[in-house]
């Protein structure tokens, strides 16, 4: 089982950019690209744990409690921060598209030249 | 390329990505063996260092803190081409939050959702507060609360009071926290510069009692500054994308549904 958590990583990849090429609507493109990034945390995570460690916080607990890494940890908030952007910007180019062309299909929107 | 040939493209690569995938990760140590010298390093140290038990966020605002300051930037950056995308483009006009169609049955906001929304929407915001000025003790910091604080702002659209939602969020509040909350940062940082110290140094006093409010020097404080502007941030994206939905094209009635008409004038 000690692969489990990536091949999960490699299965979330892999259905968000099946949704990605098949998706006939930008909004439904878009939730496909943030499966595909949710991957990365999932993959960040696996990568810092550390056999029953507990999470890096040591308010109440001694500092000498085995941990699991909290660099990745930090850098899966960066990650979700930099989600939350790109996807509020893309979400507004969708509606861009759509008040200049009327439609949220992808093969459609390649046919106008804009 | 016909829809076919682009899944049976998709199929080969996805198959040689997945190969690549297990390949890399049949060389990773394993669940659960993290090999890494950083966390451990940091973890040994960040207590002693910081006065800080919140570990991540002391990784977050204090040893990578130059790397959060373009973080935040993103977000504000994020925040201000989404103002940009959707200006209000020729031929459009706001309508009022009003309904035209005044003989539509549309289905009220329920009671019970308008009382839980709005007992929720103080809460919120106080719990967005205290997240946001306790990462140096528990496992919370700015992004976190900004964003709770803006879902107790959010929380008051839900209710189905539209006009008090659009009262709560004055383009000149918003600017100004927003300004507040990326500039903060940077001033802290400058601060410290000021100082003779390096960009972003923890020159504030770390107190004596680790996870104590008052310990971890800038961390807190950069940590609020981050709140107020994610917060900032928050409500003004979605802000933005609920207020398009009272655009309209001028000289069609059916709004944007109809096609390029509108498009043209919007160049």
């Given at each position: 089982?000690?692969?489990?958590?990536?091949?999960?990583?490699?299965?979330?990849?892999?259905?968000?950019?099946?949704?990605?090429?098949?998706?006939?609507?930008?909004?439904?493109?878009?939730?496909?690209?943030?499966?595909?990034?949710?991957?990365?945390?999932?993959?960040?995570?696996?990568?810092?744990?550390?056999?029953?460690?507990?999470?890096?916080?040591?308010?109440?607990?001694?500092?000498?409690?085995?941990?699991?890494?909290?660099?990745?940890?930090?850098?899966?908030?960066?990650?979700?921060?930099?989600?939350?952007?790109?996807?509020?910007?893309?979400?507004?180019?969708?509606?861009?598209?759509?008040?200049?062309?009327?439609?949220?299909?992808?093969?459609?929107?390649?046919?106008?030249?804009? | 390329?016909?829809?076919?040939?682009?899944?049976?493209?998709?199929?080969?690569?996805?198959?040689?990505?997945?190969?690549?995938?297990?390949?890399?990760?049949?060389?990773?140590?394993?669940?659960?063996?993290?090999?890494?010298?950083?966390?451990?390093?940091?973890?040994?140290?960040?207590?002693?260092?910081?006065?800080?038990?919140?570990?991540?966020?002391?990784?977050?605002?204090?040893?990578?803190?130059?790397?959060?300051?373009?973080?935040?930037?993103?977000?504000?950056?994020?925040?201000?081409?989404?103002?940009?995308?959707?200006?209000?483009?020729?031929?459009?006009?706001?309508?009022?939050?009003?309904?035209?169609?005044?003989?539509?049955?549309?289905?009220?906001?329920?009671?019970?959702?308008?009382?839980?929304?709005?007992?929720?929407?103080?809460?919120?915001?106080?719990?967005?507060?205290?997240?946001?000025?306790?990462?140096?003790?528990?496992?919370?910091?700015?992004?976190?609360?900004?964003?709770?604080?803006?879902?107790?702002?959010?929380?008051?659209?839900?209710?189905?009071?539209?006009?008090?939602?659009?009262?709560?969020?004055?383009?000149?509040?918003?600017?100004?926290?927003?300004?507040?909350?990326?500039?903060?940062?940077?001033?802290?940082?400058?601060?410290?510069?000021?100082?003779?110290?390096?960009?972003?140094?923890?020159?504030?006093?770390?107190?004596?009692?680790?996870?104590?409010?008052?310990?971890?020097?800038?961390?807190?404080?950069?940590?609020?500054?981050?709140?107020i502007e994610v917060a900032a941030a928050f409500v003004l994206i979605i802000g933005e994308l609920l207020d398009q939905t009272l655009l309209r094209s001028t000289g069609s009635s059916t709004g944007g549904s109809t096609g390029r008409g509108t498009g043209k004038a919007g160049r």
């Amino acid at each position: 089982m000690q692969i489990f958590p990536f091949l999960v990583v490699a299965w979330i990849v892999a259905v968000g950019l099946y949704g990605l090429v098949t998706s006939r609507d930008l909004i439904h493109q878009i939730v496909c690209l943030i499966v595909v990034q949710s991957s990365t945390y999932v993959l960040l995570l696996a990568v810092g744990y550390v056999t029953g460690g507990i999470a890096p916080y040591f308010y109440d607990i001694s500092p000498h409690t085995t941990a699991v890494d909290p660099v990745v940890q930090a850098l899966a908030l960066t990650d979700v921060v930099v989600e939350a952007a790109v996807t509020a910007l893309l979400l507004s180019f969708a509606i861009q598209a759509h008040k200049r062309f009327g439609t949220l299909d992808p093969h459609q929107l390649a046919e106008f030249k804009g | 390329m016909t829809p076919r040939q682009r899944l049976c493209l998709f199929a080969v690569a996805i198959a040689g990505l997945v190969a690549c995938y297990l390949w890399a990760f049949s060389g990773l140590p394993g669940f659960g063996r993290y090999p890494g010298p950083y966390g451990n390093v940091i973890l040994k140290n960040a207590i002693t260092q910081t006065n800080s038990t919140g570990v991540v966020s002391t990784i977050n605002f204090e040893y990578r803190g130059f790397d959060t300051v373009g973080e935040e930037f993103i977000l504000f950056a994020s925040a201000a081409g989404m103002s940009v995308v959707l200006r209000r483009l020729r031929g459009e006009h706001d309508t009022s939050p009003f309904d035209e169609a005044a003989n539509r049955q549309l289905p009220r906001t329920s009671g019970p959702l308008r009382i839980v929304t709005l007992l929720l929407a103080g809460p919120l915001v106080l719990l967005g507060w205290w997240l946001a000025t306790h990462a140096q003790a528990n496992p919370s910091g700015g992004f976190q609360g900004g964003v709770v604080i803006a879902t107790g702002i959010m929380a008051v659209y839900l209710s189905g009071e539209f006009l008090a939602f659009r009262r709560l969020r004055p383009a000149a509040v918003l600017d100004a926290a927003e300004a507040i909350g990326a500039g903060g940062f940077v001033l802290t940082g400058i601060a410290a510069v000021a100082q003779d110290l390096p960009f972003l140094y923890n020159f504030i006093p770390l107190g004596t009692v680790p996870g104590a409010v008052s310990s971890g020097g800038t961390i807190a404080l950069i940590s609020f500054c981050v709140g107020i502007e994610v917060a900032a941030a928050f409500v003004l994206i979605i802000g933005e994308l609920l207020d398009q939905t009272l655009l309209r094209s001028t000289g069609s009635s059916t709004g944007g549904s109809t096609g390029r008409g509108t498009g043209k004038a919007g160049r």
